[in-house]
């Protein structure tokens, strides 16, 4: 007998699989799974640590650039550059985390902001990013030299590859005794301390992990779509992670994916037909998730069925 | 069970039966699914959407009845479908390729904001579909990054730079200070006009950076005011530009030094007035009463919009004409052959007179030197400029020895 998050996966990898078969466009599929990662990455800081991070954009938008300049100007294979993404976004992360773990609560949001908007500073100045104006023209190039990334199809099932080893790592890091400890952690700091955890290293452990998983996702997404621009790494990227998460289900393993899915189709469908309405929506809809079902559309679903058994 | 699969396969087959007539003829042409489709991606919501946004997506819905109307109807199916990039590279880069790959979008107009413009024009490239850039500044358009398969048509930030650098020279005013927007544009800027204001035979006194996006200018406009320049040259764009110049008024910078827009358009005069705006100089590659011609085109374009063009939403429409155009005379639409065919013919409306696209994709053509009138010259809504000089084509455009674009070493 299959425990409901077996279903869950079963019926993540199917649909998966299939979905671009059925007529949904791949690309836009990509963009939801990279942004999946990234807002699975985020849970597991706020949602497992009860670390609420406000620099994330920070980590997918560096590991964008460094990605996309490593394979356009070096010549790196896809897989490796964005290894080398997701890298630095995992040293980024220790250096960020270092620094902010040392509080808590609105000043380690606080801190993380501003040193997020520091490195966005940083790539608005820096020569090979293209400023304002992007990094373009990233070759998709070949996966391990034999598959060609340029063929839309194989590049989904690579992206969709890279989101399910991401989404399982998270999964196997919620359900091991370091996720136990983080739980603990966010359920009550004091008393992890007071058992003789220690906190600072597990937080710190947690937020490399998560920026390292951003990072993972940030450089899919450039050699998806062959640029790396500022966007990701403005704070409105921040801002929009803790909507997705919140949105699918805070603390719940596939309420970001749920979530992203959700904020992406919705931009996607809306941005044509009611131009700067998307925001006034957007910020509508956050409204009522915060004051009507709070669990997010997952952790709702999941009390509903178990009221019912 | 039988009928069923009968069914099945007569849905399948009429499911089909669209993909089986590709390249099919129509009114004479070999078009590629049977209709040319236009797709307007412009910022639909942000800074730019007043200079571009929906005033572009009328200026191509215009342009395209008239082609109707001049073909007599006797034409090829077009249809037009329009999206908000955002002003985000990425958003841009995604609509592009889906109007490529699942809609079959033959060329994609406006593109305001460089970013956009430069993340789609490679997209566009590969899937050998034509750009036509006319929202966006930068000169690496027809530069390091330039494709076979764009065009540049209305303006660069040489063209502004230079035109406005040397007419102001010209004009008595031979020192200058720059308000610098501290990233690559800024400073691309600055150097540009910088290059242009000393080989006239002016000085550059300095230059004051302030950060992007930026607010509070007050401390920037001091320095610039104690510089004792006759010219304040405003590197800068958008909200930057036209928060320095109320923020310049308030000093009371102007009347003794003048402030020189290097990257503004109509509307930003609209928005600012003209009692803030007065005696600015600034340079633009069309204004809708320049002649009988323009405001003919403007008069019928107000009725629709309801407000005056810009240059860009002008150049939209001139530019989907010239493509239709192209489309009609190279019998096709696939992108090289049509592409040849709008380099080939000069473009001769209201917007450019015997103007020719580049080899890098640049359309050379005349830009205007203008001077924002005082409110008591202005005697009817958006009578807004002086122009005080007509800058031919081959000074405005930046001179082909110098192109980085490997298309120009021919």
Known sequence: MLTRTQWGFIALIVAGVLAPHLGVYPTFLMKCWCLALFACAFNLLLGYTGLLSFGHAAFIGAAGYIAGYSIKAWGLSPELGILAGTAFAGVLGYLFGSLAIRRAGIYFAMITLALAQMLYFVWLQMKFTGGEDGLQGVPRGKLFGVIDLADTLNLYYFVFA?????????????HSPFGQVLKSIRENEPRAISLGYDVDKYKLLAFVLSAALAGLAGATKTVVFQLASLTDAHWHTSGEVVLMTLLGGLGTVFGPVVGAFVVVGLQNQLADKVGSWVQVIMGAIFVVCVLAFRRGIVGEWMTLFSRKR | MKRKLV????????????????????????????????????????????????????????????????????????E????????????????????????????IGDLVTTSTALAVMPIAKQANRITIVSGAASTLITGKNCTDTNVHYVYDTYALANGTGKAVVKQGGDSWFFLTADYAFGHSLEKDTSDVVKANGGKVLGAVRHPFPGTDFSSFLLKAQSSGAKVIGLANAGTDTTNSIKQAAEFGIMPKQSLAGLLMFLTDIHSLGLKTAQNMYLTEGFYWDFNAETRAWSKRYYDQHKRMPTMVQAGVYSSTMHYLKAVKAAGTDEAKAVMAKMKQTPVNDFFAKNARIRDDGRLVHDFYLLQVKKPEESKYPWDYYHVRQVIPAADAVGPAANSECPLMKK
């Open chain 2, 7 to 78: 069914s099945l396969a007569v849905a399948a087959a009429l499911t089909l039966a669209p993909g089986a007539l590709v390249a099919q003829q129509k009114g004479g042409l070999k078009l590629s699914d049977g209709v040319v489709k236009i797709g307007i991606l412009t910022d639909m919501s942000g800074l730019y959407a007043d200079l571009s946004g929906a005033g572009s997506i009328t200026a191509a819905k215009m342009a395209i009845e008239d082609f109707r109307a001049q073909e007599k109807g006797n034409v090829f199916p077009i």
């Open chain 1, 162 to 174: 890279i989101f399910i080893v991401g989404f399982l790592l998270i999964y196997r890091t919620i």
């Open chain 2, 80 to 107: 037009l479908v329009y999206g908000d990039h955002q002003n985000k590279g990425d958003v841009a880069s995604n609509k592009a390729r889906e109007w490529f790959e699942r809609d079959k979008v033959d060329m």
